[in-house]
């Protein structure tokens, strides 16, 4: 899904999967080369109503060992849990705190903040991840809950509340996309 509510948790298109328009990229005044290149180009894309899909396949991509993604997993997230259960909620806590003192973290979010084409519930979702604090932390709990559905597209109504309360940790465990 290509909503900029989904896009400023994770990123969900590849920079190799990506055309871009000149005139897009020179409007990009806020670069950051701490932030992966493709997330920040799909996160003001989406911001910009600029994303089209196309259905057919125009690439084909192969991890392998060598390469920029997997190296960067290997080294940042943890390998002792097989099949995690209570960990990304619980964990989750302690590595958004972590992720929220990280520099990359704040231009990142402040960008979005920012952009001229943000739309209101994007805005506040990224103003409360920039947040310290205990009851911005229950408010972006309690606002990614009522937009679960911008969140989790794809689950099913019981589950997509919950676990939209809850994604803010879930995003944040294991997270190693500001980490360069």
Request: net charge positive.
């Amino acid at each position: 899904m290509f909503n900029s509510e989904r896009l400023i948790f994770v990123n969900t298109i590849p920079g190799h999967t990506m055309l871009i328009r000149r005139s897009f990229c020179m409007e990009l005044n806020n670069w950051s080369e701490c932030i992966y290149y493709d997330w920040w180009l799909a996160v003001f894309a989406s911001l910009n109503n600029s994303i089209v899909r196309v259905e057919f396949a125009l690439s084909w991509h192969r991890i392998h060992e060598k390469s920029a993604i997997r190296t960067m997993r290997e080294k940042y997230i943890r390998k002792e849990v097989i099949k995690p259960t209570y960990q990304p909620y619980l964990c989750g806590i302690r590595n958004l705190a972590q992720l929220r003192k990280k520099k990359a973290w704040t231009i990142f979010y402040s960008s979005i903040v920012q952009a001229k084409y943000a739309n209101d519930l994007v805005r506040k979702i990224a103003s409360l991840l920039l947040c310290s604090d205990y009851i911005s932390l229950l408010r972006l709990c309690i606002l990614c809950s009522k937009n679960s559905h911008l969140i989790y597209p794809n689950l099913s109504k019981s589950n997509n509340r919950i676990r939209g309360f809850f994604y803010p940790f879930i995003f944040s465990y294991n997270n190693c996309s500001f980490n360069l």
